[in-house]
């Protein structure tokens, strides 16, 4: 059984960028949601998707937004980026939305 | 609100003794509770959950946690550390309801481990 994957590992953008992350979902899940986890803190929730569809939404602006795929991979867009953008961006997936989330090595996002 | 609660930022303790993480959770139902942990530069790796029932759950790696209703926790336990317990370890609140499926995460604590 394959795990949930990301890519890129690492990232580099400059400000004013735009860039998208991808997530590979675990066999089996149909729900992929994902957090941002600035650095000394905490994942926070960002939104989730359930059977290609937005599920909810944490408080993230708009330039934030996402997209699950047929086959529930995911991506993360994230336009005009800011130096606060910093973070480890965390993929999560699960088999329905009360069941427990399997997280992927993350991506490291640095905007300079 | 829901929030989460770690409140010690570091904790150290010697291999071989025994180990418990704070964790305060608020919310206004029964949630669903998780401890993760995350090693340097990792994903987060599920430990253990609580869903319902039994109030103390098992875990991997010799973990348990227990569900305190009445103060509002659910502590996770080891009773023999191992050095490669050193780790940062995230509690974490899952939602029911119409927020259903989002978690929300302490600031985590940071376990050293000396030999």
């Known amino acids: 059984e394959t795990g949930v994957t990301q890519s890129p590992t690492h990232l580099i953008k400059t400000r004013g960028q735009q860039v998208t992350l991808r997530c590979s979902s675990q066999s089996g899940h149909n729900t992929v949601s994902w957090y941002q986890q600035a650095l000394g803190q905490g994942p926070q929730f960002i939104f989730q998707y359930y059977r290609e569809e937005e599920n909810g939404r944490g408080n993230f602006p708009p330039r934030f937004s996402g997209l699950q795929f047929p086959n529930y991979s995911s991506e993360l867009n994230v336009n005009a980026l800011e130096l606060d953008d910093s973070a480890l961006y965390l993929c999560?997936?699960?088999?329905?939305?009360?069941?427990?989330?399997?997280f992927g090595p993350g991506t490291r996002l640095t905007v300079t | 609100a829901q929030s989460v609660t770690q409140p010690d930022i570091h904790i150290t303790v010697s291999e071989g003794a025994s180990l418990e993480l704070r964790c305060n959770y608020s919310?206004?139902?029964?949630?669903?509770l998780f401890w993760y942990v995350q090693s340097p530069g990792q994903g987060l790796q599920l430990l253990l959950k609580?869903?319902?029932?039994?109030?103390l759950v098992q875990g991997i790696k010799g973990f348990e946690a227990e569900f305190k209703r009445s103060q509002s926790s659910f502590n996770l336990r080891k009773p023999s550390v191992h050095w490669s317990d050193a780790a940062e370890y995230f509690c974490a609140v899952g939602a029911r309801g119409s927020t259903l499926g989002r978690l929300y995460f302490g600031r985590g604590t940071q376990l050293t481990v000396w030999p």
């Open positions: 609580y869903f319902s029932g039994d109030t």
């Open positions: 999560a997936s699960s088999s329905g939305l009360a069941n427990e989330q399997y």
């Open positions: 919310y206004g139902a029964t949630p669903y």
